[in-house]
């Protein structure tokens, strides 16, 4: 491990992920995963130390990183909320929902309000189509979202602590 990356808080998670699977087949999901759970995103830096251990190429794990929307390169805000653009979602008006959540938060989706109190994601189907539009808020669902529902989530998202 280059001297950089040693010292990094993230290494420790990193090293663990990587004693805990990576004599598995197909490690590389379990251990991006492990790290994203215990660092809250992978850092980029990690993403060569990944693909040294695993004889992989840079490239291939950061493809793999990239592709999967759980997985993130930054840090995430204190909360994250999640609209579904599924199909249900976008024959109940999903679309609208998500323009002004990116309206109120100021940010496109990925990204994190200027507070650090919400990051906005997409995620296609929560299994509550019954119940569209579907909104995830730190992975709990919220159905029949409306603008209005979702001013009166952001309200208590992003009061200070
Ligand atoms: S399509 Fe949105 S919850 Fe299923």
Known sequence: MPPETATAPWTPAVQRALDDHKARPG?????????????????P?????????LNLSRAEVHGV????????????????????????CQAVGCDH?????????????????????????PVYCLGNCALSPALM????????ATPEKLDGLLAELRRPA
């Open 27 to 43: 490690a590389l999901l379990p251990i991006l995963h492990e790290i994203q759970q215990r660092v809250g995103h992978v850092p």
């Open 97 to 121: 929902l998500l323009a002004h959540a990116k309206q109120r938060l100021g940010v496109e989706l990925h990204g994190t309000s200027a507070d650090g109190a919400v990051t906005l994601e």
């Open 45 to 53: 830096e990690a993403v060569p130390v990944i693909a040294e251990a």
């Open 137 to 144: 808020v730190d992975g709990d669902v919220v159905g029949r």
């Open 65 to 88: 990183v990239t592709f999967y929307h759980d997985f993130r390169d930054h840090p995430a805000g204190r909360h994250v909320l999640k609209v579904c653009l599924a199909e249900s």
